[in-house]
């Protein structure tokens, strides 16, 4: 047996077959399509010709001054690239045949093949090799925007090794079929973990190298609660993890069932709990978890498992599915969050050196005006059907909120004037992520009707570590004394002004770092649906004095391990029971 080890990203055991995903594999991958595809599909191979063709531009802008001359070899693969034996045949064979985009241009190819084979000349005839390479190109950007790498066609239940996953490939797998993820890159935060979470199935992230040393059916174990990886355990340990799955198991199902018990501690203080979610198929889940509403909708995500730009009808529809089904409780909409570590190929920047620093989030929707405008008429429509919010990400200063509202009123006249109903007094906040929002947030208070605390990206931002990068994972520290303040600071603005804050960060769902929360006053957490229960219950055995005391307490310390120290003992005293301290304490070692 051997161990890996990487960052606990999801709770849980899972036990089974691996299933590495290979990348050379991929373009081999042949799949019929409906006739309703075709635009898609041959979208998808559009995108990729044209991906190629900017990273070949950009090869030639780059050529050193000795190699300027060479350049002609570079500007021939461009030109093969949309030539009709290749470019056109594939698009047709994808209309004509009904088959993918991989499958169609392999068609392609073997024609040319055959048509360049029977020429006489042997110059001609190598040429050949140029097209393959182009065409390999093409393959390479498919394989990495391929619904097939999906994995919704799996056979039976595995373990999912991947050097990294696309928030597309995780939305459209089958959770059926898959027990846990593994992947070499990510931290607690990104988007892998965060999904993860949300479906509820264990995960390790930043295994250095893992898909190196797995094999697809090699039988594994993996241990969410402690970042590990068990490749080809013997039957006792398989036995001593069989064990502690079954007493999770028995764990989740109690705090499931006692979930829609109020958010309440003993001495009387009531916090809102909600729901992040990122998919309508999440939210029967959040009622039954006992969610107060929904927090945070990502809704970007709706774009990623489409793999396009939808129409303002179709997020109205999406928009108003969720306000009528979380009713009676509200639902707070992000507006596209898109950038970053999410992309959207026709719209970001793929070439941007710093995407969490690039154009992201609002500043990419300030830009794409008519996107932005069909979101937010599709949210202000929405409204009239529940109570719905509306939270813009990102937000670095008052100038952008000021330009975000004015828009908004905007299509608030023209909704008006079409006799389209939506809440006029729709409440709208900020994400509070970039570190200077904290610094004026009494300025900002007084635009806004609430505050959102993003920690994921203000941890990133304030820290200077990104979080998507196993390197710097383990700087991430939510009880830095810096971060702590700052959280402290912003929700003492923002009551001051008389608004209130919510947390929707990774933090928030976190129960090391509850008590804290509580002590400091927050009025909302907004976590992954998971972990709704079990912060529900902690809160339920909670004194609200006690948990003020220790966050004046663990304010006043200046240094990382003293403030973990004092958390874990203040959680040691008060939550005995809690499946945190299954989490942190009781899934031990195991005896190997
Ligand atoms: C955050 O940054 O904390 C957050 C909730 O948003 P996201 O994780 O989607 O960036
Ligand atoms: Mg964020």
Not at 150 to 158: I, M, S, T
Not at 161 to 178: C, F, G, N, Q, Y
Request: overall charge negative; charged content about 25%; some cysteine.
């Amino acid at each position: 047996m051997k161990i890996y080890r990487g960052t606990e990203a999801s709770p849980g055991i899972a036990i089974g077959p691996a299933f590495v995903l290979d990348m050379q594999k991929i373009e081999a991958v042949k799949r019929r399509i409906a006739p309703s595809e075709i635009p898609e599909e041959q979208e998808r191979f559009r995108n990729a010709v044209e991906s190629v063709e900017m990273e070949l531009a950009r090869l030639i802008d780059e050529l050193p001054p000795e190699l300027k001359e060479h350049d002609s070899m570079l500007r021939s693969h461009i030109m093969i690239l949309k030539d009709k034996m290749l470019y056109d045949a594939t698009l047709t064979n994808i209309q004509e045949r009904l088959i993918n985009a991989e499958w169609a241009m392999k068609k392609a190819l073997s024609n040319i093949k055959k048509v360049f084979s029977s020429i006489k000349d042997s110059y001609i005839r190598e040429r050949y090799q140029d097209i393959r390479q182009v065409a390999q190109k093409v393959f390479t950007v498919l394989a990495g925007s391929s619904s097939l790498r999906d994995l919704g066609n799996l056979e039976k239940p595995v373990i999912v090794v991947a050097r990294d996953l696309t928030p597309a490939d995780t939305i459209r797998m089958s959770t059926e079929k898959v027990m846990a993820l593994v992947t070499e890159l990510g931290s607690r935060t990104s988007h892998t973990a965060i999904l993860a979470r949300s479906i509820g199935i264990p995960a390790v992230v930043g295994v250095d190298n893992i898909t190196e040393h797995i094999l697809t059916e090699d039988p594994i174990i993996v241990d969410g609660f402690k970042g590990r990886i068990l490749v080809s355990p013997e039957e006792q340990t398989i036995e001593t993890y069989r064990r502690k799955q079954k007493k999770y198991l028995k764990y989740r199902i109690e705090v499931i069932h006692q979930s829609n018990l109020p958010a309440e501690t003993r001495d009387g203080y009531r916090l809102k709990i909600k729901a992040n979610i990122e998919l309508l198929e999440e939210i029967p889940t959040v009622i039954r978890h006992g969610a107060e509403g929904i927090g945070l909708f990502r809704t970007e995500y709706l774009f990623l498992a489409q793999k396009k730009l939808l129409t303002e009808e179709q997020l109205f529809q999406a928009y108003k599915t969720v306000a009528e089904r979380i009713h009676p409780y509200p639902v707070t909409i992000r507006t596209l969050d898109i950038g970053g570590d999410k992309f959207l190929s026709h719209l970001s920047k793929h070439n941007e050196q710093n995407p969490a620093l690039g154009l992201r989030a609002i500043r990419l929707c300030l830009q794409e005006t008519e996107l932005f405008r069909n979101q937010l008429r599709a949210i202000l429509r929405a409204s009239a059907f529940g109570e719905v919010n509306i939270i813009f990400p990102l937000i670095s200063g008052k100038a952008e909120i000021v330009q975000v509202k004015e828009f908004l009123e905007q299509l608030k006249d023209e909704l008006r004037s079409q006799g389209i109903p939506y809440n006029e007094n729709i409440r709208i906040g900020i994400m509070i992520e970039v570190p200077t929002t904290i610094m004026i947030a009494d300025i900002l208070a007084k635009e806004v009707d609430f505050f959102s605390i993003g920690t994921n990206d203000l941890i990133q931002y304030s820290l200077a570590i990104d979080r998507g990068n196993d390197a710097v994972n383990h700087l991430y520290e939510p009880l830095h004394p810096g971060i702590l303040r700052m959280i402290a600071s912003v929700t003492e603005d923002a009551h001051n002004s008389g608004i209130e804050v919510a947390m929707c960060g990774e933090m928030a769902g976190e129960p090391l770092y509850i008590p804290f929360l509580l002590g400091i006053g927050l009025d909302e957490l907004s976590m992954n649906v998971q972990a709704i229960p079990k912060i529900k219950r902690m809160v339920r055995e909670s004194y609200r004095e006690e948990c003020v005391r220790f966050a004046r307490n663990i304010l006043e310390l200046t240094s990382v391990p003293e403030i973990q120290e004092a958390a874990a003992e203040f959680f040691r005293q008060n939550y005995r029971d809690e499946i945190a301290i299954l989490d942190q304490e009781e899934v031990n070692e195991p005896q190997l």
